[in-house]
């Protein structure tokens, strides 16, 4: 991604502190990633909500690595219907 998104630092803490989230743990690059993967994979539609998702496993399984769960949904993208 050739974008400057430091430009939105101040966003993202801003809505983590609304939101009581530590902006420490927010990754927007991998966030960014994840949702162009799952919607050139052609589920354009359940890219959001694939973002969603993975904030839901993140913040229920704190044991577990982000990275592995974001596998695990990548994974589970190819059951998704094509559109």
């Keep these: ?3 400057d998104l430091t430009r939105w ?8 502190d609304a939101l009581g989230i ?3 743990n927010t990754d ?3 966030i960014l990633d994840l949702t162009r993967i799952v919607a050139h994979s052609g589920a354009r539609p359940m890219a959001p909500v694939s973002a969603y998702l ?6 229920s399984r ?6 592995e769960l974001r596998d695990i ?3 589970a993208v190819s ?3 094509h559109v």
């Design 9 to 16: 630092d101040p966003f993202v803490r801003h809505l983590c």
């Design 22 to 24: 530590d902006s420490t």
């Design 54 to 59: 993975l904030g839901l496993a993140v913040g």
């Design 79 to 81: 059951s998704a219907p």
């Design 62 to 67: 704190p044991g577990e690595s982000a990275d």
């Design 1 to 3: 991604m050739s974008e």
């Design 73 to 75: 949904l990548l994974e």
């Design 28 to 30: 927007v690059p991998a």
